[in-house]
């Protein structure tokens, strides 16, 4: 079972970055399975458990509908109720508002891009793995071709420069070629400053590798992750 918020961040790698189960799972830390099953749930259920009925039970269907339509608030949808009979209390109907009102996500235009124009890169999260004697934190560097979406994966124990920069390189020679731009959300070890609004200041070592390899680093603006595919 998964929280509200697991599943809002689902459905966002899902539905705005389109990314496979496989992705969302490593990304989340999720089971495969158990992301492929909420793929296919349009709104958040929680797990049903014993409990004893509800006076709002028989008006649930009615809210659903409701929410659907427009985006009403718990206190609208209270007077609404009455006058069809609830007698029941606010805070219930508050807490079921939250749990199945639709998400709401910010329009935007899906982009285009020519064969060898863009890659995209950011880091992943894979849970933990046995390193001696010690837990380390197992994360995966990841380079998708934004025309054919081919993808490169490599896992590391580190997210330090170093590593970030060899998996550039091993990327591209997986590829067989270097892409004009590459794009990455604001990672910190990539980039070291970007005013909202104002142009990125990537780290000196990147612009480095970016002038060895020939190619424009590009970061998302801040807080616009869904410009990346």
């Known amino acids: 079972m998964i929280d509200y918020e697991t599943f ?4 966002q790698l899902h539905d705005e970055q389109g990314l496979k189960a496989s992705q969302i799972a490593a990304t989340l830390g999720l089971d495969p399975k158990t992301v492929e099953k909420w793929i296919d749930q349009p ?17 649930k269907g009615f809210l659903a509908a409701q929410l659907e339509r427009h985006a009403f608030t718990a206190q609208q949808l209270l007077q609404q109720l009455r006058a069809k009979g609830y007698v029941g209390g606010y805070s219930i109907l508050k807490e079921f508002v939250r749990q199945v009102r639709p998400v709401r996500r910010p329009a ?35 380079m998708v071709l934004c025309h054919s ?15 970030f920069l060899s998996a550039h390189r091993r990327a591209f020679e997986f590829f067989g070629g270097v892409t004009e731009k590459v794009m990455i959300d604001n990672l910190k070890v990539g980039v070291l400053r970007h005013p909202r609004g104002e142009p990125a200041s990537f780290h000196p070592r990147y612009l480095d ?5 020939g190619f424009a680093p590009v970061a998302c603006n801040v807080a616009k992750g869904n410009e990346k595919e």
């Open 209 to 213: 590798l970016a002038a060895h390899y």
């Open 43 to 59: 709104r958040y259920q929680p797990r049903a458990g014993a409990r004893r009925a509800s006076k709002l039970d028989g008006f």
């Open 108 to 142: 935007f235009l899906a982009l285009e891009f020519a064969p060898g124009e863009c890659a995209q890169v950011d880091w992943g999260s894979f849970g933990s793995v046995t390193v001696g004697s010690t837990r380390r934190r197992l994360s995966f560097f990841v």
């Open 8 to 11: 809002q961040r689902l459905r």
């Open 149 to 163: 979406r081919m993808m490169y994966v490599e896992f590391t124990v580190s997210e330090a420069m170093e590593h």
